[in-house]
């Protein structure tokens, strides 16, 4: 039903972009509400959606830093980075490092990081659509991964960005519906049947450890600072008018995490005293999909699943189509030269790849592995984009210096922890991001000071575009 | 409409410099410019700075004081409250504060510029 929807939204927007503008940024018409409702829609991912409320449920209160930490990842992006990268009027991040530092290298090299995190943000999506599809119609794993790939391909080589902010502010709101209807349904038969007050939720359904002060310092840089380099994420401020519109729509934006996240957040603390036996290991995930058939039965428990589950493709398929679309951005404007048939071969090439990825890998806890690509993206694109925003001193070399260092190192413990297992893993190595950050950003600060000579001359003029009201001379004379 | 071809994305993003960027290049117009840069660097440090110390203040609570964890209200208990819907609002007045300020900081900024 959400494939039918979201195809038959693609195709009515198919009618309206017709030019190449249209597909790289909506022709900058999108209205703030629906922008910000695309925005919520695109970034709620499999993660969100499953994974929050399955870690509630294994792992309580520790696991609550995960929504607080997506939301106030978007709290940095419109402190930092919204309103001057709006300003720089580029169309992807490679665009900006380009424009920014003057060089092509710095170009290609954050294109290929941009790829990589867009890659590995996907694969958890299709990992969440195949356990959602094993659990719910005991079909194999697989059919669930492919299905989401062939809707997303249809959808963004039909209709490029414009007819995608339409479905994904559409996809925002059937998910709100679709977590919150079955949540405030059960608490509500529970308050009327008159069940016990609430036992300790401090109930620990598995024999997990709780994780140290380390382990949450950690998530949390990753989760502050991951947000604001997320290539989905960026490409939506530039269909905003201006900066000021971009620092609207963010905090439009953060209204819709916050509701959104409460509804996560019932449902681990609910399934956390009525149904611990949910907790499973590898498949707390589906807690919010079995929840409501555990606790309600019956037809409606049915009907509320079937809702539910709606819901849960609307997150694999708002977010990898996200993602689709501005990997694609990257990949055909690089590799392919920028025309509009070159931008349909990069979207099938963009959601193809991950697709193989996620029938290599196993299926980790999605909220754990979402959180890894977070890492990956602070240690990588974050230091660029904040560097190159507010200090002059940059330079290429030392934006590639410290884009690489931050990738080895993080990518060197994401590949270490997947070898090694997750139990019997290290905390510095399962939550990186505490170190390789500042590590990327020292990399990045030390050698553009030892090549201060390489300085773009450009450097002052677009220092001015960026954080330079729009039309700052329209007012007077 | 026909479809047009996107070529060469340095010139998309840097055309060639208008008047608004003439205006800003001589030398008064790069210190009005300066100064709006350290001053919405500052407001953002001081915004993040802030929902950082609240942030890391709420465990921080829950630890030193000891039953709060404990206490309960409508049956919820209050470390959830706190972590799970306490913190959402300080996060939309921050942004709120910031959203507003900065609009501020760029009209005292054209009030200047638009001075020369």
């Known amino acids: 039903m959400v494939s039918v929807a979201t195809a038959v939204i693609g195709f009515y927007g198919l009618r309206i972009s017709r030019t190449t503008g249209d597909f790289y940024v909506a022709s900058r018409t999108v209205r703030p509400w629906w922008n910000a409702s695309a925005i919520g829609g695109e970034y709620l991912s499999a993660a969100s959606f499953l994974g929050v409320a399955g870690l509630i449920l294994l792992s309580g209160t520790d696991a609550l830093w995960f929504p607080v930490g997506y939301t106030a990842g978007y709290l940095m992006l419109l402190l930092f980075v919204a309103a001057p990268l709006r300003r720089s009027g580029a169309y992807t991040i490679p665009d900006f490092t380009e424009a920014r530092l003057d060089s092509q290298v710095v170009r290609k090299v954050t294109s290929l990081v941009v790829v990589l995190v867009g890659w590995l943000y ?27 790939v062939i809707v997303v391909c249809l959808t963004v080589v039909a209709g490029g960005m414009r007819s995608i902010t339409f ?40 024999s997990l450890a709780p994780a140290g002060a380390y382990q949450n310092v950690s998530l949390l840089v990753a989760l502050l ?26 905090l439009i934006v953060l209204g819709l995490l916050s509701v959104f996240y409460l509804f996560p957040t ?23 999909l079995l929840l409501p058939g555990e606790l309600v039965g019956g037809a409606a428990g049915d009907l509320l699943s079937a809702l539910v589950v709606a819901g849960a493709f609307a997150a694999f398929l708002s977010t990898t189509s996200g993602l ?4 694609a951005g990257v990949i055909s404007q690089d590799v392919l030269g920028g025309e509009v048939g070159g931008f349909r071969l990069a979207a099938v090439i963009s959601a193809v790849v991950p697709l193989g990825f996620a029938f290599m890998t196993d299926s980790l806890a999605l909220a754990g592995s979402v959180g890894l690509v977070f890492a990956f993206t602070a240690s990588t694109v974050c230091p660029v984009l904040l560097l190159g925003i507010w200090w002059r001193g940059l330079t290429d070399a030392g934006a590639i210096a410290g884009m690489v260092t931050g990738g080895i190192l993080c990518g060197g413990a994401m590949i270490a922890g997947a070898l090694a297992g997750a139990a019997n893993l290290a905390p510095w190595l399962a939550q990186p991001a505490a170190w390789t950050v500042p590590a990327a950003f020292a990399v990045m600060v030390i050698v553009s000071r030892a090549t201060a000579h390489r300085l773009p001359k450009t450097m002052a003029r677009v220092m001015t575009r960026l954080h330079t009201p729009e039309r700052p001379l329209a007012t007077e004379r | 409409m026909s479809r047009v071809r996107v070529t060469a994305p340095r010139s998309a993003v840097l055309p060639a410099r208008d008047s608004r960027e003439a205006a800003q290049d001589s030398e008064v117009g790069q210190v009005f410019v300066r ?8 407001l953002a440090l001081v915004v993040a700075g802030g929902f950082l110390l609240i942030l890391g203040a709420f465990p921080l609570l829950l630890a030193v004081v000891p039953g709060l964890s404990e206490t309960r209200i409508g049956g919820i208990p209050f470390d959830w409250l706190l972590l799970g ?16 300020t900065a609009a501020r900081n760029e009209a005292r900024y054209r009030d200047l510029a638009g001075d020369q």
Do not use: C, E
């Open chain 1, 122 to 148: 996907i694969v958890p999506q299709l990992h969440g659509a195949a356990l959602t599809i094993r659990i719910t119609t005991g079909l194999p794993s697989w059919v669930g991964s492919v299905a989401v």
């Open chain 1, 167 to 206: 479905v994904q502010a559409f996809q925002y709101w059937l998910k709100l519906t679709a977590l919150a209807v079955p949540i405030l349904f059960i608490i509500f038969m529970l308050a009327g049947n008159g069940t016990p007050a609430l036992s300790p939720p401090a109930v620990n359904p598995t």
């Open chain 1, 225 to 250: 600072f991951g947000t604001l380099g997320l290539p989905h994420v960026l490409v939506r401020f530039y269909t905003n008018p201006d900066g000021q519109s971009a620092r609207r729509t963010t």
């Open chain 1, 266 to 288: 019932a449902y681990g603390l609910v399934a956390r005293v009525f149904a611990p036996g949910l907790a499973r290991a590898n498949q707390a995930d589906a807690m919010v």
């Open chain 1, 324 to 327: 689709v679309v501005s990997l």
């Open chain 2, 35 to 42: 100064s709006l840069i350290r001053s919405q660097l500052r």
């Open chain 2, 85 to 100: 819907v306490g913190i959402y609002p300080v996060i939309g007045l921050s942004a709120w504060l910031y959203v507003r």
